[in-house]
Every structure is written in structure tokens, then in C-alpha cells.
């Protein structure tokens, strides 16, 4: 379609925007709050959202990772609601797991705020508190010297508050448990102590696995998605070469547009648009992070359906076309008002892509969602990949050297500018009441208690993507196999730089990490040296092709 190039350049300016690689759960240390004996309980915070249909989903956003606790109660003997909350730096750890938490009942303090000696004779039960008055820990051991065997202290509001020690304060031994509690979870438990129902709690909070298979199959996924997109790639390049060396031996009037022919359907990027894409790609994101709300991701929305349902119909009308029963429908046109010439089988596809957009994007809140956000994700890049190309090494070094340091700047440098990290704060979607944009492939993390997601942004496959599927090209237009070529290594060096990323998200307890800043030094640091060793350096980094001679030129030999 006539729409193809504008779509793809605007799609990789979307997927340039947001580079960032993680997995699934933004955390950062809390390294304001000071640590001593007796207040030195490990405290991360975790900015992922909490199990997917937990009541309390938005006041747990920012609950912790290795203190976040989950909350099962029970009203007059019957299970409900699955509240979540955090720990405290001070009091003693919880049990990781449910079938050795005690299930205990749960008393409201009187005074409310617990800054004196409770009324109530206490024997072991838990004691709901509510914030203010007096010090998080003056609570705990009052409430631990009244026989309380742990407390819940309600927050003054739906966000979770990090529960630190004063600097002034001594008494720390404290022997129990605190837990805090978004209001409106508070308020209900409350209420129902308040009409003389019995109310019950288990307090455990359980291990995130160290690995989650979800991260395993986004890495199938990232790099299935660069072998296929660069296979189409260089076969595109190869029918193209085979064409143009037709029309030199044919000799035909054609040769005097020979620039033309192989190149229609295709962007070639330069050295001034490679520098040009990431600048506008960091506007777009300080637009993003500026004007993130409900209204500008359903913006996203819609030009991510757009981008999709164009990618979707590409990869689908080139696949049903390799068979020879839609052969006719493939090479049959109709011209269409606006949209030009279209294929009879691009006019049977296009209603079918168009529906499934628009039914992920009618129902991308489900759990399922991410099955839909993928396809047409994994779609668009490929279409990306196949229409945009790095036309030399030298561009491509561009490309991935000013990427390479727009994601470092909006991931880490940005905190000393913006106070937070620009980058990870667009990722995850912040003020806008949805998890993340949709410029994002996505797997649910299978075996973590608190659910989330492993992703990947688009650009950490779209710009390696790129030289990778360069390198293939070049591969197949000079003829080596396998073995001595380089797009073997290329993909190798890809899929072990993410594989690095990956292994950095664990090594930092699941803090955003840039993917691009392991990516970038392995594949393209593999490309330079081996091109250099191989002696194809200055071809790889001028033409990025071999020369190919008219054969009606008859070289003369020199006198």
C-alpha cells in the first residue's frame, strides 16, 4: 500500500521513543531512610502494579517488593477480599508462605491511633491502628507490649506509605510484625469491627522466583521476531538484485531507471536521519512523559492500532501469497479511491486485521490482552524491518551509537533533571490509568505470586533489528553461506546481549535496566571487529553491498 513508508516511519519514531527493556516490575531503593540495627529490614519499592483483579490494584502500585504482604481475610468465618500491603524497615519478617502463616483474628485499637496503652486485654490477636499522633514504631511496642502479635496500621490514604525509623529513635527491639494498609482496605475492615463481625487475617509475604520462564519465551519471542523480519528482509534485497542484473544484461530502456528499480517500498535511513530520529524520539518522549493521561494513551491506542493493522496486513498478505491458490488474488488490482492500487487479497485481509484491533483495543484491560498487543506488535516490527533499512554499517553505527546513549540519558541521567526516570516512568504508564503504554511486547510472569508482566519496548528489537537484518543482506548479495558470513553472528550477538539484560534485571533486584546499553556493545561490537578481521570492514562500511558491473562494460587491459 501507498501508506506503507509514512506509517513505518512514524511507527519507528513511536518504538525509538520508548527503548526500554525490563522485566515487568520498576522497582528503585529507597536510599533516603536510614538503616541501623533493629530498623534495617531490606526495602525496595516495587512501581509494578500488584496481582492482576486484586481490589486494591491502584493503592498497591507502590508497595514493596520484599516487604510487600499479602492479606487474606476472612468475615465471620467465610474467605473474602485478598488485601495487599507493605512492611516495615523495623519488627520481624513474615513467613513467605501461606501454609505457615497463622490465621489470626483482628481487634480495633481504642485508642484508634494506639499512641497510648490499649484499652482492650489483647491475647495474640492483630491490632488494626490507624496512622498519626505518635511514631510508626511507638505503635509497634505499644501494641507488642498489650500481647498484639502484629499491627495493621491504616494510612491516611489509597497510596502505601514507606514505614522508616526517625533518626531520634532508640527503642527499635521491636518483636513483631507491622503492616500498613491502603485506607479504603482499612476503612472496610473498620467497618466490619465496628458492627461486631468477626474478622480474620493471614499475614505471609512470599519469594518473587529468582527467574521467571516468562522471560525465557520474551527472549524466543524478541529474537524470533529479528531471524523472521530479516529473512523477509534480505529475500526482498536478493529478488531485487536478481531483477536489477535482469534488466543490465537485457540492456533494456529500464537501465536508465535502474536507481529505481528494487528500491519502491523501501526506506533507506542516512547518517542525518539516524541522528535526526533519536532527537525527535526524545521529544516525543518528553511529550509523552509531559502530557502522559487517559486521554493521550487512547491517542497511543489508536496509532498503535494503525501501525498494527498495517503491519498485520503486510506479514499476512506476503504469507498467504507464497501459496499458489492465492497466487491470483495477490497479483490482481483494483484501484481504490485514496488508498490507490490495492490487491484483491489485500482487500479480503484488511477487514479481518481492522476487527482485531479493534477488538484488543475494546477489551486491552482483560488479562488476555497481551495475546492481541503482541500480534499486532510483533506484526508492525517485522513490517518495520522489512521496509526501513540501515543501507551500510556506517549509518547503522550511527543509529545504534546515538540510541545507545538516548537510552542511558533517559533511563539514569534524566533522574538529575526530571527527579525520576523519564524513560521508566512512560514505560509503566504513570497518570494514566492503564499498565504502560502499548508500544510494548508482553508476557505475564507465570510463577510469580504477585503476577506483573516480563516486557520488552519495541525499540530494543526494532534498531539492533535493524543492523542484523543488514547483515543478512549482505550475506546473501555476495554469496556466503552460513559459516562465513555474518548475520550468524550478528543474531548470536543479539540474543546473548538480551540474554545479559536479562541477567542484569535479576543481578538488580528487577530495577529497569536500558537493554540497548548491553545490546548495542554486543552486536554491534561484534559487527565492527569481525568486518575488520575479515578484511570487509570498508565495503561493510561505505556500500554496504558488492559492486555489481554492467556486463555489456568490456574492461580494456592496460598497456
Not at 482496605?185 to 520462564?213: C, F, H, W
Not at 528499480?261 to 542516512?270: E, P
Not at 493521561?293 to 493493522?309: H, R, Y
Not at 479480503?348 to 484488543?360: Q, T
Amino acid at each position: 500500500m501507498d501508506f506503507q513508508k509514512p506509517i513505518c516511519v512514524v511507527g519507528l519514531l513511536l518504538v525509538l521513543s520508548v527503548t526500554f527493556g525490563s522485566a515487568g516490575d520498576i522497582v528503585h531503593p529507597d536510599d533516603v531512610a536510614p538503616k541501623r540495627p533493629g530498623c534495617d529490614n531490606n526495602f525496595v519499592l516495587s512501581l509494578g502494579r500488584s496481582q492482576p483483579g486484586s481490589l486494591y490494584a491502584e493503592a498497591v502500585r507502590f508497595a514493596k517488593l520484599m516487604l510487600q504482604v499479602k492479606i487474606p481475610t476472612w468475615i465471620n468465618g467465610v474467605e473474602d477480599i485478598e488485601y495487599v500491603g507493605v512492611g516495615a524497615r523495623f519488627g520481624v519478617t513474615l513467613e513467605s508462605k501461606e501454609k505457615h502463616a497463622n490465621h489470626t483474628r483482628v481487634v480495633l485499637a481504642d485508642p484508634p491511633d494506639c499512641c497510648s496503652t490499649p484499652k482492650n486485654n489483647l491475647t495474640g490477636e492483630v491490632i488494626l491502628v490507624h496512622r498519626g499522633n505518635c511514631s510508626f514504631t511507638d505503635k509497634a511496642n505499644i501494641a507488642e507490649s498489650a500481647n498484639a502479635t502484629a499491627i495493621l496500621i491504616i494510612n491516611n490514604r489509597t497510596e502505601l506509605f514507606k514505614m522508616v525509623c526517625e533518626n531520634n529513635e532508640t527503642d527499635l527491639d521491636i518483636g513483631i510484625p507491622a503492616v500498613m494498609l491502603p485506607q479504603d482496605a482499612g476503612m472496610t475492615l473498620e467497618n466490619y469491627l465496628k458492627s461486631n463481625t468477626t474478622v480474620s487475617v493471614q499475614l505471609y509475604s512470599p519469594l518473587r522466583p529468582l527467574v521467571d520462564i516468562a522471560e525465557v519465551f520474551l527472549w524466543l519471542m524478541a529474537v524470533g521476531t529479528i531471524l523472521c523480519a530479516s529473512y523477509w528482509s534480505a529475500w526482498s534485497a536478493r529478488e531485487a538484485a536478481i531483477e536489477q542484473d535482469k534488466l543490465l544484461k537485457d540492456g533494456s530502456d529500464e537501465i536508465l531507471n535502474l536507481e529505481g528499480v528494487g528500491s519502491s517500498g523501501f526506506v533507506d535511513i542516512n547518517t542525518t536521519a539516524a541522528i535526526l530520529f533519536v532527537v525527535i524520539a526524545s521529544c516525543f518522549l518528553v511529550m509523552l512523559y509531559k502530557l502522559m493521561s487517559t486521554w493521550f494513551i487512547e491517542v497511543l491506542v489508536v496509532l498503535f492500532c494503525i501501525g498494527g493493522v498495517e503491519g498485520l496486513q503486510t506479514c499476512l498478505v506476503a504469507l498467504f501469497s507464497c501459496f499458489r491458490w492465492f497466487e491470483h488474488a495477490g497479483q490482481s488490482f483494483v484501484k481504490v479511491p485514496i488508498f490507490g492500487a490495492l490487491s484483491y487479497l489485500t482487500l479480503a485481509i484488511s477487514p479481518f486485521c481492522i476487527a482485531f484491533a479493534v477488538v484488543w483495543a475494546a477489551h486491552r484491560r482483560h488479562s488476555f490482552a497481551w495475546i492481541g498487543q503482541d500480534i499486532l506488535g510483533i506484526a508492525l516490527i517485522i513490517t518495520v524491518l522489512q521496509i526501513v533499512r540501515v543501507p551500510n554499517l556506517k549509518v547503522g553505527t550511527v543509529l545504534l551509537g546515538c540510541a545507545f546513549l538516548y537510552d542511558i540519558f533517559w533511563v539514569f541521567v534524566s533522574k538529575w533533571w526530571f527527579h525520576e526516570s523519564v524513560m521508566i516512568v512512560v514505560a509503566r504508564g504513570d497518570k494514566s490509568g492503564e499498565d504502560g503504554i502499548p508500544m510494548l511486547l508482553k508476557i505475564p510472569r507465570m510463577f510469580d505470586p504477585w503476577g506483573g508482566f516480563s516486557i520488552i519496548g519495541f525499540g530494543d528489537i526494532i534498531l539492533p533489528g535493524l543492523l542484523v537484518a543488514f547483515s543478512l543482506r549482505y550475506d546473501w548479495l555476495t554469496k556466503k553461506n552460513l559459516r562465513s558470513g555474518y548475520f550468524i553472528w550478528a543474531m548470536t550477538a543479539y540474543g546473548l546481549g538480551l540474554l545479559i539484560t536479562y541477567v542484569a534485571l535479576n543481578l538488580m533486584d528487577g530495577r529497569g535496566q536500558p537493554a540497548l546499553l548491553y545490546i548495542v556493545p554486543f552486536t554491534l561490537g561484534t559487527f565492527l571487529t569481525l568486518g575488520k578481521k575479515r578484511g570487509d570492514l570498508q565495503i561493510l562500511w561505505t556500500r554496504g553491498e558488492p559492486e555489481r558491473l554492467c556486463p555489456h562494460i568490456q574492461l580494456q587491459p592496460s598497456q
